[in-house]
């Protein structure tokens, strides 16, 4: 019911800036918690950041903070993740998530297994 599409990815050298989009429809985008994780092949999806439903509270993987910016329009049923000064680490698949059900937003959403619905994933390849 809850469909998400991710769009921005490509292909950027280390150091450039991208702000990935992921548009939200078919639900009440306005009370839903998201999260973007990433996937590099043969490994596990790694949490990337999460925001509020109220867009107040706001967690972020270690390896990301201070580089990495989430946010959202409500208005627009839009979460974006901009990414600043990526490197190639930076680079795997990129996908949103989001969790139509639960009230509540914690640390807890650092994990995947607290979202329902998941985007296609939006590849972000960075050069050296």
């Known amino acids: 019911q809850v469909l998400l599409v991710e769009s921005g990815g490509g292909l950027v050298q280390a150091g450039a800036s991208v702000t990935l989009s992921c548009a939200v429809s078919?639900?009440?985008?306005?009370?839903?918690?998201m999260g973007w994780f990433r996937q590099q092949p043969g490994k596990e999806r790694d949490f990337v950041a999460a925001i509020s439903s109220n867009r107040f509270t706001t967690y972020y993987a270690d390896s990301v903070k201070g580089r990495f910016t989430i946010s959202r329009d409500n208005a627009k049923n839009t979460v974006y993740l901009q990414m600043n000064t990526l490197k190639p680490g930076d680079t795997a698949v990129y996908y949103c998530?989001?969790?139509?059900?639960?009230?509540?937003?914690?640390?807890?959403?650092?994990?995947?297994?607290?979202?329902?619905?998941w985007g296609q994933g939006t590849q972000v390849t960075v050069s050296s």
């Open positions: 998530a989001a969790d139509p059900k639960d009230p509540n937003f914690s640390v807890n959403y650092v994990s995947w297994s607290m979202y329902d619905y």
């Open positions: 078919h639900g009440t985008f306005s009370t839903y918690d």
